[in-house]
């Protein structure tokens, strides 16, 4: 979906952010021009893979087709997903993302461990956009 947001396969999926030398704080996204943070000097933002497991710090469905850039068909039906903030705790941050298909609110508690994975965004006969979602762990659909 966007260039530079994650990289790999399988176990190997991973979300990528940046962490400033100057003050060590994480962003993701990533960030490639200066430290976010108000109170930092500055320093050189290096890329980092993040965490690939977290816990469910808050969720909610959409009940709504999304707006632009997603690419969603008006003559299908629209099914509801389940969206997550999941805390990484060693980044000290939260990631926001669609759960796996399948996985709806029902099955969700604040607190969960939770892994990202590879997912499909959208795809046509000559393109497959990836993103991430979460998947709760010991779930292999």
């Known amino acids: 979906m966007v260039s530079g947001w994650f990289a790999g396969d399988g176990n190997d999926f991973r979300l990528l952010g940046t962490r400033c030398s100057a003050c060590a704080s994480v962003f993701f996204p990533r960030e490639d021009a200066h430290c976010r ?7 050189e933002l290096v890329e980092v893979a993040l965490s690939r ?4 710090w808050s969720y909610t469905d959409s009940r709504y087709r999304p707006p632009s850039p997603y690419v969603t068909d008006p003559e299908l039906s629209w099914e509801p997903r389940a ?4 805390e990484l705790a060693a980044e000290r941050i939260v990631v926001l993302g669609q759960s796996v298909p399948g996985v709806t609110v029902a099955d969700l508690t604040v607190g ?4 990202v994975v590879p997912g499909v965004l959208h795809e046509d006969a000559e393109t497959t956009w990836t993103t991430w979602h979460w998947r709760p762990t010991g779930v292999t659909a």
């Open 37 to 43: 943070n108000p109170g930092c000097p500055g320093g």
């Open 53 to 56: 497991r977290g816990r469910v």
């Open 83 to 86: 969206l997550m903030a999941v």
């Open 112 to 115: 969960m461990e939770v892994e």
